[in-house]
């Protein structure tokens, strides 16, 4: 042990500036050299020297690096490469209490021991190690620092509510990935920083969140070792840790190492955990944020006096115990377990000699497995290394260039640069030992090339991977308070800062489409203040707009061309919708009141147009009694009502009371009571929309195609479609209401009692074939009854021109008898047609018969009524011009027995007084009828 001379034990919690403290001793001498823990801290170390110093003077030596200028004065280094015997006026361990580590702890603790500068020591460290300091270096002075901020737990937050600036800390590969995808779908993005990266790829994650292009950072435990970041919160995502021989929980210690990274200088920090992590013990948060923790009773050892006589007695003495109470024997390390696996192979034994060959293969053993693999494919690689030493003494060019050529390839994913970085930091360091290649300068500078081109492409699938660039740029901008303005094309794109962010579509913003739903939310809250204004100037503009820019759906959707701006609800009125207003919250208030606003008053003078009829009848004030309850049936169905519904309604009201109401355009029908205006298309189509939200339907039927006559009837259609759309479902078909009461007024005049035919008039109003005309008819409540005859031939030109101008005198029949005199076969079925028809209904078949030619028949349908209940139309007493002339014979009639009527006589004509005034008007008037 040399001389202790000024030894001073740094020992705190985190953010003491211990680190800072020994760079200013350090370059307070001519010379010193600093061991710290981890190669980026080291590489973190040296930048900062290099910006005082100059890098002629200041040296960086790790297990892949080694920057040795001539003129060295500083020496910056990870603890394992501390070169040995160097005589500096200064040293420092960092990290002190690493001594326990049951991995590396045997190194720190044979610099504790044995490791001084020949002016000034320091060991920096937790203050958990000033007791096994004190009695393993019994002349140490300690130094107590104080945290220059305070640290509080925080308890547990949900990734998507984590605060900027943040930490997450992971501790495998696998879950550091997982946590920054997630991050980047919800937050924009995070930098990714492993202990396994390479500096040159952990330099530019770590600038790319400190620089503010991402706002947040996910880690292994390396962030606890020293790395001075601009960091507010940190979150542990697991309370557990593989040690790489197990699972274990992570101890206070521990977790106070890497929760004290938050809160730099004199800002405060905070810590807590995430995601499936378990809420810290009260315990251990007042251990944290008190910085008390128990004493180190125990540091890992291992023999540092080796013997290189052979094999067997290198490891003996690796091996070797200690009496110290202090000290534990380190477990078997991967250089140690090298050692034996190689020592213990034939090929490996016949090749040495001595005691430098031992020692070269104990040098060999000590190339760390950077790759991760398995015991046995690490040996080999080292087997093949010592192999060539010891026949080449050196490493053969072609054969190391081969490696290298075959990890110099940028291609692949993060997983397999991942590991040819791996592959490549053994290169590394096999280049950096000295002796061991030809030369050294040209294969350091090969593989630093390669692991340069390697880092390049990791940190660009990293970037690539875990960060949204345009979520990033917006999040920047947004934090240094910047104007953003954005710009919406003529298709609604919007871009900041020449960034696509989405889509307006109406007063809605969608990302877009190359991202997923997790990061809508944050490119939302990224471009609100963009939008802003742009939400302004739209409500402004569609406010103006003309009604004819605006539109409904079938559906209820409210339009603005081509985007949805709102959707119709049921009011407390049938005829008073209200308008919804889709708009986003982060468009504001006024912004939704204004658009609301615009589409009340659209859909209401909508309303107002197409059903002024309606309203019309809601507000006369002149209605009688009877004449308004009638009013209100037709106003709360929406001015079509089926007479079989209100047909009581209807036989109340008296003369007076219907010609209110067809003042207001209602029509009387025999089948439906309706406004004639409403039936339009555009009527039609609001009717059905405030039909269904009246009715609450789930989905809203369709209105038919205009000026069809009849349709298709809709067996899945909701109760009352086909009222509601102006038609009356009659057989496989529905009819027009209007075109259907047209045709009543055709049938009125017909004969029911005795049967009538389908005249063309008839087909033509309903534009059906015959065979679907008897289908409506029989849906009507009518009977139809097939039968076929033999088709009549018209007459030949030369007998039309010779009774043309005359008259037949049974043809000057009274009106009331012209029906009697047609021919039987067109006014009643076959059956009830008289005797003596029969010789001229079968003088044709005769004739064909004797010419043998077949006659040609036709298909005729005659139709009775015979109305049911559950049937077509009620049948109601004709009125008007239609009315029989005659009264029901005897009691009513059964119910599906055809009403007979006994011909009521003629009226006799009153004579005209010719001495009465008005006579001679009175027949002046008649002679001009």
């Not at 390396?222 to 840790?241: E, P, Q, Y």
């Not at 060999?364 to 087997?383: T, Y």
């Not at 909508?606 to 809601?618: C, D, M, Q």
Request: charge should be neutral; proline fraction near 6%; charged fraction near 30%.
């Amino acid at each position: 042990m040399l001389d202790d001379n000024r030894i001073t034990a740094v020992l705190g919690p985190t953010n003491t500036g211990k680190t800072h403290y020994a760079i200013e001793r350090m370059l307070g001498h001519r010379t010193g050299i600093i061991g710290l823990p981890l190669r980026l801290l080291a590489r973190e170390v040296y930048d900062r020297i290099v910006g005082l110093r100059g890098p002629s003077v200041v040296a960086l030596v790790t297990g892949e690096e080694r920057i040795v200028p001539p003129r060295t004065q500083y020496w910056v280094c990870t603890v394992e490469a501390m070169p040995a015997g160097m005589g500096t006026d200064f040293l420092a361990i960092d990290e002190i209490q690493l001594c326990a580590d049951p991995e590396r702890g045997h190194v720190f603790t044979d610099r504790l021991l044995h490791a001084r500068g020949t002016r000034e020591t320091l060991f920096l460290g937790a203050d958990s190690m000033r007791s096994a300091i004190a009695e393993l270096v019994p002349k140490a002075q300690f130094l107590r620092r104080d945290r220059l901020s305070e640290l509080v737990y925080a308890g547990s937050k949900k990734i998507s509510r984590m605060p900027g600036r943040s930490a997450i800390v992971g501790f495998s590969v696998d879950n550091v990935y997982a946590i920054a995808e997630l991050l980047r779908r919800q937050k924009g993005g995070a930098a990714v920083v492993m202990g396994a990266l390479s500096p040159r790829t952990r330099n530019a994650q770590v600038e790319m969140y400190q620089n503010g292009d991402v706002d947040y950072l996910v880690a292994t435990d390396a962030i606890g070792m020293g790395l001075n970041l601009d960091i507010n919160h940190i979150a542990f995502s697991s309370l557990t840790k593989f040690d790489g021989r197990r699972m274990r929980p992570l101890q206070p210690n521990e977790l106070a190492q890497i929760a004290g990274r938050a809160g730099r200088y004199m800002r405060h920090g905070s810590f807590g955990v995430t995601g499936e992590a378990p809420l810290l013990a009260d315990g251990v948060v007042d251990a944290i944020t008190n910085h008390r923790f128990a004493p180190v009773k125990k540091l890992q050892w291992r023999n540092s006096g080796l013997e290189f006589g052979n094999t067997a007695r290198l490891i003996a003495a690796l091996e070797s115990p200690t009496d110290d109470p202090w000290l534990t024997r380190a477990r078997e390390s991967d250089d140690l377990m090298a050692l034996k696996t190689l020592s213990a192979r034939d090929d490996v034994a016949t090749r040495i000699g001595g005691p430098q060959d031992v020692k070269r293969l104990w040098d060999v053993c000590r190339i760390p497995d950077f790759r991760g693999i398995s015991h046995a494919e690490h040996a080999a690689i080292l087997e093949q290394i010592f192999a060539y030493l010891q026949q080449y003494n050196r490493i053969p060019d072609d054969w190391l260039a081969r490696q290298v050529k075959r990890l110099d390839r940028s291609e692949g994913d993060i997983d397999a640069l991942s590991k040819r970085l791996a592959f490549i930091r053994t290169w590394t360091y096999v280049a950096q030992r000295k002796g061991w290649v030809d030369d050294e300068t040209h294969w350091r500078g090969a593989t630093r090339a390669v692991e340069d081109r390697l880092s390049d492409a990791l940190h660009a699938r990293l970037t690539q991977r875990f960060v949204d660039r345009r979520t990033s740029v917006l999040l920047r901008r947004l934090k240094q308070k910047e104007g953003l303005v954005a710009e919406v094309n003529d298709k609604g794109e919007v871009t900041v800062e020449g960034q696509l962010i989405g889509r307006l579509e109406g007063f809605r913003f969608t990302q877009d489409k190359t991202a997923n739903a997790d990061e809508a939310k944050t490119l939302r809250a990224a471009s609100v203040a963009a939008l802003a204004p742009q939400f302004h100037l739209l409500a402004d503009r569609f406010y103006n707009a003309p009604d004819t820019e605006i539109d409904f759906t079938e559906q209820g959707g409210l339009m603005w061309g081509e985007h949805a701006v709102g959707k119709l609800v049921a009011g407390d009125d049938a005829l008073k919708p209200q308008a919804v207003a889709f708009v986003d919250d982060e468009a504001g208030v006024d912004v939704a009141t204004k658009v609301q606003r615009r589409l009340q008053h659209f859909i209401d003078r909508k309303v107002a147009t197409l059903f002024e009829p309606l309203l019309n009848l809601s507000k006369d004030d002149t209605l009688p009694p009877i004449a308004r309850g009638f009013a209100f049936r037709m106003i709360e169905n929406f001015g079509i009502v089926p007479r079989s519904e209100v047909a009581a309604e209807v036989k109340d009201l008296d003369q007076d009371a219907r010609a209110t109401l067809r003042k207001h355009g209602i029509r009387f029908g025999q089948f439906t009571i309706f406004m004639p205006l409403l039936l339009k298309p555009a009527p039609t189509r609001l009717r059905l929309v405030l039909w269904s939200l009246a009715n609450k339907l789930d989905e809203f039927p369709e209105s038919p195609p205009p000026g069809l006559v009849t349709i298709p009837t809709e067996k899945d259609a909701p109760k009352g479609w086909d009222t509601m759309s102006g038609y009356r479902a009659a057989g496989s078909r529905a009819i027009r209401i209007d075109m259907l009461e047209r045709l009543a007024d055709m049938l009125r005049a017909e004969n029911s009692r005795s049967g009538f035919e389908a005249n063309p008039d008839m087909l033509s109003i309903t534009g059906m074939t015959l065979e679907q005309f008897a289908d409506l008819m029989q849906g009507l409540g009518y009977k139809a009854e097939k039968g076929e005859r033999v088709k009549v031939k018209p007459a030949p030109v030369e007998d039309a021109k010779a009774v043309e101008g005359e008259k037949p005198a049974e043809e000057a029949k009274p009106e009331g008898e012209a029906e009697a005199s047609q021919t039987p076969a067109e006014v009643t079925p076959e059956s009830e047609a008289p005797k003596e028809a029969a010789p001229e209904a079968e003088a044709p078949a005769e004739a064909a018969e004797s010419s043998e030619e077949a006659p040609e028949m036709e298909v005729f349908y005659t139709f009775t009524w015979a109305p049911k209940r559950q049937g077509g139309g009620e049948r109601r007493k004709p009125q008007g011009k239609g009315k029989p002339r005659g009264k029901p014979q005897g009691k009513r009639p059964p119910r599906d027995g055809a009403k007979t009527y006994q011909a009521r006589p003629p009226k006799k004509e009153k004579k005209i007084d010719p001495d009465n005034p008005f006579a001679a008007a009175l027949m002046g008037l008649k002679d001009k009828g």
